[in-house]
């Protein structure tokens, strides 16, 4: 039986927790070493090294001769969040996938380049480092009673060392209501991903399918940085043609600058809607690929 990511990250917090450790942000290196010390001893992780590699993300390894796995991360221009959620990635392969193959290697391609078994097992590693570094209950402690704003993004990521993107994709995903969270570069989607109640309500972006251009009435397309970034009311047919006139979302856009790249992050938070339509796994970006947001 195939592990779940989430209560395989959840056994774990349990671990943390009733061994009273300061919890956050999670020390991820010291996390991955021991707990696969304690869970498999005849081969457990045994070193996180530092693996600076163009267009590499991270690496997890069998030795040669079977008795240890190593963890490769590449550190060059990253942030500590960043960082942080790749060796979590990694860890989770060893957690979830050690028994499938023995070499993973994650590099910032297309998830097109991947075949189905591969692109569930990264989209597996990334919901398992979600949970691992933010931890669903204490994540609700933090966002429940507040707004969105970027001010709460930057609490939770500060919080657990990750990066804003990630806080934000942590965010869609426990909100109530309809959210879609999506990246910009040069005026065209990069990735988006939905949560569960706007997917299926047929509010997605199905950027691994096509090229998606950032709408010129958006706040997207004339986004500035700002401390405070920036937030409207604007009409749902914006972004979604077929829309009922006077249906307005939430937009928000916070422009992005750091780890070699800049790019535009938008949140879109939609009212409620019934509408349901057939799920297809393959429009749901996962939280790896060409994404920059770790």
Not at 160 to 170: I, R
Not at 180 to 206: C, H, P, Q, T
Not at 236 to 252: C, D, M, T
Request: proline fraction near 5%; aromatic fraction near 8%; charged fraction near 25%.
């Amino acid at each position: 039986m195939r592990k779940s990511p989430k209560s395989e990250a959840n056994k774990i917090t349990t671990v943390l927790r009733t061994l009273g450790v300061d919890q956050f942000p999670v020390k991820v290196r010291d996390v991955a070493l021991e707990y696969s010390k304690a869970v498999c001893p005849q081969e457990p992780i045994t070193s996180i090294r530092p693996v600076p590699i163009p267009n590499f993300e991270g690496m997890l390894k069998k030795s040669p001769k079977g008795d240890q796995w190593i963890i490769g991360v590449n550190e060059d221009g990253a942030s500590s969040g960043r960082i942080n959620f790749t060796i979590a990635h990694e860890f989770a392969h060893y957690i979830l996938h050690r028994d499938l193959q023995q070499d993973f290697r994650c590099v910032q391609r297309d998830m097109h380049t991947w075949d189905a078994l591969g692109k569930k097992i990264e989209m597996e590693a990334d919901v398992f480092a979600s949970y691992l570094l933010m931890p669903a209950d204490d994540f609700r402690n933090q966002i429940d009673g507040h707004e969105l704003s970027i001010e709460l993004l930057r609490h939770c990521a500060d919080r657990y060392d990750v990066s804003l993107t990630a806080a934000a994709l942590k965010w869609r995903e426990l909100a109530p209501g309809r959210v879609i969270v999506f990246s910009a570069k040069e005026g065209f989607l990069d990735w988006s991903s939905s949560n569960e109640r706007a997917f299926k309500s047929g509010a997605y972006f199905a950027t691994t399918k096509q090229t998606i251009e950032v709408p010129a009435s958006s706040l997207l397309s004339h986004a500035t940085r700002l401390a405070s970034g920036q937030v409207a009311r604007i009409d749902a047919r914006v972004w979604f043609p077929s829309e009922p006139e006077g249906l307005e979302i939430v937009e928000h856009a916070f422009v992005v600058k750091g780890d070699g790249f800049d790019y535009t992050l938008g949140i879109l938070i939609l009212p409620d809607n019934d509408r349901t339509e057939v799920e297809d796994e393959d429009l749901l970006s996962p939280l790896t690929g060409n994404m920059s947001f770790r």
